[in-house]
């Protein structure tokens, strides 16, 4: 497997280029902004994108959805819950002053427990709301994709519309504190850690919350 991560966007989301080695099969994940330098990282490393996944549907992580669907003719994939949240990005981006270009509509929408294939290797998502409704983790050999629902130390916060701490947190233990401990994390801000790490010292949903 190949990971690739590249901050986009003015609040610095983590856009992952996740590839299978051998065919050369890609997922782009929260492709959140610069849209024209996510394609030339996959360009230069000869991969063909398959899938482009929105872990939510807030303005900072789809923000490149329509640039790399048209330059690629990947599906577009989001939680069937978060669609409002994907088709309203605009307007919620011009709350904080920035722009966001429209996405497409998706090609098709996810639940918990869907798989997603390229190349050589499955992803499951893991349905985590609370950040925002249709919040969703990508768990594969190894590595899960946690979007805004978990970071390093920290969880993702619940004060927008369609939040819920008490669902996230419940949500988070459950479904991803369960993982193998060396599972590596990939937030979507922030530095990467991993399940036992967090299991130890997150205060939020760790041993000492």
Do not use: W
Request: proline share 8%; with cysteine; glycine share 12%.
């Amino acid at each position: 497997m190949l990971i690739q991560t590249l901050p986009v966007g003015p609040l610095q989301v983590n856009c992952f280029i996740v590839a299978c080695e051998e065919t050369k099969e890609a997922m782009v994940v929260d492709p959140g902004d610069d849209g024209a330098q996510i394609l030339a990282a996959l360009k230069a490393a000869h991969l063909q994108p398959r899938l482009i996944v929105n872990t939510h549907g807030h303005f900072d992580h789809i923000g490149a959805n329509k640039f790399l669907v048209e330059k690629t003719g990947a599906e577009l994939l989001i939680h069937a819950q978060d669609v409002p949240l994907l088709q309203r990005a605009p307007e919620h981006a011009a709350v904080y002053g920035l722009t966001a270009v429209p996405s497409p509509e998706p090609t098709r929408v996810l639940q918990d427990g869907d798989v997603m294939e390229f190349g050589k290797l499955r992803f499951e998502v893991i349905h985590t709301p609370g950040h925002s409704p249709g919040g969703i983790c990508l768990h594969g050999p190894g590595h899960v994709f946690t979007g805004d629902s978990l970071f390093a130390g920290s969880i993702g916060r619940t004060d927008l519309p369609g939040g819920s701490h008490e669902t996230l947190v419940r949500g988070v233990r459950s479904r991803l504190m369960v993982l193998p401990e060396e599972t590596v994390v990939h937030p979507g801000h922030g530095p990467d850690t991993t399940i036992g790490r967090e299991k130890v010292s997150n205060p939020f949903v760790g041993a000492m919350a």
